[in-house]
Nanobody, 126 residues
């Protein structure tokens, strides 16, 4: 059974940095794409970034491009999201997600992801 556990959220001032981690277990993740989504209060859950586990190919949503960096440690089955130059509008619950066929085609749609973590809160203050 696939499990995803996020950590690293917290409160940070605008302009600061945080690094989120997502520890995955329960499967061979070589064909997976791993993603980060976020959901702000009163808004839809939206795509942030994803990465193909095997070749490291990445994709980013426009609002975070150039500020966020996704990476993975294959040996640890862990995906990271380094968030720099944080803005108040980055405040949200951040979710890790896994798509077991994502290596073949990387998707931004929530429906493509079969597994989800419980989320971690990121709050950016002014």
């Amino acid at each position: 059974q696939v499990q995803l556990v996020e950590s690293g959220g917290g409160l940070v001032q605008a302009g600061g940095s945080l690094r989120l981690s997502c520890a995955a277990s329960g499967s061979d993740f070589s064909t997976y794409a791993m993603a980060w989504f976020r959901q702000a209060p009163g808004k839809e859950r939206e795509f942030v970034s994803n990465i193909a586990v095997t070749d490291g190919y990445t994709d980013y949503a426009d609002p975070v491009k150039g500020r966020f960096t996704i990476s993975r440690d294959i040996a640890k089955n862990t995906v990271y999201l380094q968030m720099d130059s944080l803005k108040q509008e980055d405040t949200a619950v951040y979710y890790c997600a896994a798509d077991k066929d994502g290596f073949y085609i990387m998707m931004r749609a929530r429906a493509a992801y079969e597994y989800w973590g419980q989320g971690t809160q990121v709050t950016v203050s002014s």
